[in-house]
């Protein structure tokens, strides 16, 4: 009797690799408040003007997703990576060297927007739909999650090495370690098929593959034919809230916010770090929850539950209170992307899955920048 194949799918290393770039490329995204008062408090900048540069990148961050979606779709997710992550080292290194704000703008707002455009799960989420089978929605995710740890790791990471060593050298040595350490793994770990590897996506049956490989010889859904569709614009609408409510409002002005009332630097940068960690557990449950119970119900209860999170931040008063706030924001903070991303999914078909989701997302990124721009 032959004995059962006991080694590890690659689709679970083409994860672990996507887990690594999102912790990175999207903590590193994720902690420009951390910046604000260092240069504010060098250049004499305004609220408003360091706003509005988060709130290009933002911007730009959702405009670049719908084109790297779709080369996800077209020709493959590594490429989408390598490119991204290239960017961002680049964005993160001029960063380090500005002097005047228009060299802000360019260097956070466009440089490193559009890498982290393309290093988000837009170009995750037609790979993973490759690799994974009946999972699908777990790993979404993980993958979620791990944008999530991102924030937990790289923002209190950003906010050391600032305190440390200054917000120059904080840039410089963030830039060259996404450069050095990570843009390598994504070259030499990820595939964008299992085809390449000669393996069957994971836990998919027989009768399912030549279906998958049948859909893989399909047609796609372009944007014109998509927002023909009214669930198109309630997945547009209800992501445009998530993104104002979440990177703009939160994460933006929470740490500012909180040193203009008494909170440290650091208090305040661990409260974004609780809140990425009890995202882990709140994303990975909600990848969990749609393989399980489906999307649409979970989605309206996960945006009730935000709306009565962030009117708890009403009552914070000392740092565990705001702890406690953060923690339960945190539950609820990337549990929107699996539902999202596989209704996309179900609705329009697996050929387009990359580039719908980009342009769902730019409605996210919308809401996060006019968010992000009220100062």
Not at 347 to 373: D, K, M, P, T
């Amino acid at each position: 009797m032959p004995r059962p194949d006991r080694r590890i799918h690659y689709a679970w290393v083409v994860l672990g690799v996507l887990v690594v770039i999102m912790i990175t490329a999207g903590g590193l995204r994720a902690s420009f408040g951390v910046f604000i008062k260092p240069m504010e408090a060098e250049f004499g900048w305004s609220r408003t003007s360091l706003s509005i540069a988060a709130a290009l990148s933002l911007l730009v961050y959702g405009l670049v997703a719908p084109f790297a979606g779709r080369t996800a779709d077209l020709w493959g997710a590594r490429t989408v990576f390598t490119v991204s992550l290239a960017f961002i080292s680049l964005g993160a290194l001029a960063s380090a060297f500005v002097t005047k704000l228009w060299h802000l703008y360019i260097a956070s707002g466009l440089l490193m927007a559009v890498g982290a455009g393309g290093g988000t799960l837009t170009p995750a989420i037609p790979l993973i739909a490759r690799w994974f089978d009946k999972h699908r929605g777990l790993a979404i995710g993980i993958a979620g999650a791990a944008m999530s740890a991102g924030q937990l790791v790289m923002i209190p990471l950003a906010t050391w090495l600032t305190l440390t060593v200054g917000w120059r050298q904080s840039f410089v040595w963030l830039g060259l370690g996404l450069f050095v350490l990570i843009l390598p793994l994504g070259v030499l770990f990820i595939r964008n098929d299992p085809r390449d590897k000669r393996l069957q996506p994971y836990s998919a049956a027989p009768a399912r593959i030549s279906e998958d490989a049948a859909s893989s010889r399909g047609g796609r859904i372009s944007i014109t034919e998509a927002s023909s569709v009214p669930a198109f614009w309630l997945l547009v609408g209800s992501y445009f809230i998530c993104g104002y409510t979440s990177g703009g409002l939160v994460g933006t002005h929470l740490i500012p916010h909180a040193v203009e009332h008494g909170f440290s630097e650091m208090a305040a940068a661990r409260a974004l770090g609780v809140m990425g960690a009890t995202s882990i557990f709140g994303t990975i449950a909600s990848g969990w929850i749609c393989d399980r119970f489906g999307r649409k119900s979970p989605l309206a209860w996960y945006y009730i539950f935000r709306g009565l999170s962030l009117l708890f931040l009403l009552l914070v008063w000392d740092v565990p209170s705001l702890y406690l706030f953060a923690a339960i924001l945190g539950l609820n903070w990337f549990s929107t992307v699996p539902p999202i991303t596989t209704l996309t999914a179900n609705i329009f078909g697996r050929n387009s899955v990359g580039e719908l989701s980009g342009w769902i997302f730019l409605a996210h990124q919308a809401g996060a920048a006019l968010a992000a721009s009220i100062g």
